[in-house]
């Protein structure tokens, strides 16, 4: 105090600092709110009023014209792809070495994966801002809030649901019909092949009622 010449008492906790450049969104957790005291923001529950910003911000760019490859649907049905993301995430990104029980366990991610899945069969993913509600459904309840949003660091950034992806099973034949027949069931197959193409649309609505395509992938089945 300027007036009286005393100092403020040394708060309780002392918030935790990161020592790098921002890595991804989730480390926004790390931010403190001024206008709330100064604490961290908070990602650890569907409540928190600080969960859009891990939709409102990113730390790679969108655009249409430069899609990013490893991208993974929140809302996937597949507990090992949201796994495989959990595994090995630090729970405390601010240790140096991180300890061996400092990241998520390959047995806590597939614990973690499968809640996340079970919960987003009943109530899809919209945003990003709802890995707040991932991340409270999949953390383990003893976690502090930092090792909470480990999960949070490692979905929000890589995760998305803002695309639609198709799956087309497309079986190509090959071969004749007789001479003058045109009933189609009597088709001769003399050769036959199986293909899936994977494609992303974009979910967000062009001006003339399309949506981009924004990527396509085929793939040739053997059987």
């Known amino acids: 105090d300027p007036n009286t010449g005393s100092k403020k008492p040394r708060p309780a906790t002392v918030p935790i600092v990161i020592n790098h450049p921002f890595s991804n969104v989730g480390e926004f957790g790390y931010?403190?709110?001024?206008?709330?005291?100064?604490?961290?923001?908070?990602?650890?529950?569907?409540?928190?009023?600080?969960?859009?910003?891990?939709?409102?911000?990113t730390y790679n760019p969108i655009l249409h014209t430069y899609p990013r490859a490893g991208i993974l649907n929140l809302n996937t049905r597949s507990v090992p792809v949201i796994a495989a993301a959990l595994k090995a995430a630090l729970k405390n990104d601010t240790i140096v070495p991180p300890s061996s029980s400092g990241a998520i366990s390959a047995s806590e991610a597939t614990t973690a994966a499968q809640r996340i899945v079970d919960e987003t069969k009943?109530?899809?993913?919209?945003?990003?801002?709802?890995?707040?509600?991932?991340?409270?459904?999949?953390?383990?309840?003893?976690?502090?809030?930092?090792?909470?949003?480990a999960i949070a660091r490692a979905l929000a950034e890589m995760g998305q649901a803002r695309t639609w992806n198709?799956?087309?099973?497309?079986?190509?034949?090959?071969?004749?019909?007789?001479?003058?027949?045109?009933?189609?069931?009597?088709?001769?197959?003399?050769?036959?092949?199986?293909?899936?193409?994977?494609?992303?649309?974009?979910?967000?609505?062009?001006?003339?009622?399309?949506?981009?395509?924004?990527?396509?992938?085929?793939?040739?089945?053997?059987?």
């Open 31 to 57: 931010g403190l709110d001024t206008a709330n005291g100064f604490q961290p923001l908070s990602f650890v529950t569907e409540t928190s009023n600080d969960k859009a910003v891990l939709d409102f911000f």
């Open 122 to 149: 009943l109530r899809p993913v919209l945003h990003r801002g709802d890995v707040a509600r991932l991340v409270r459904v999949g953390a383990n309840i003893a976690w502090t809030k930092e090792q909470k949003e």
């Open 166 to 223: 198709l799956m087309i099973d497309v079986i190509a034949q090959t071969g004749k019909c007789a001479p003058g027949e045109t009933d189609l069931s009597r088709f001769i197959v003399e050769g036959e092949k199986r293909y899936w193409l994977h494609i992303a649309l974009a979910r967000d609505l062009n001006t003339d009622r399309t949506v981009d395509v924004l990527g396509s992938q085929l793939e040739e089945v053997s059987e």
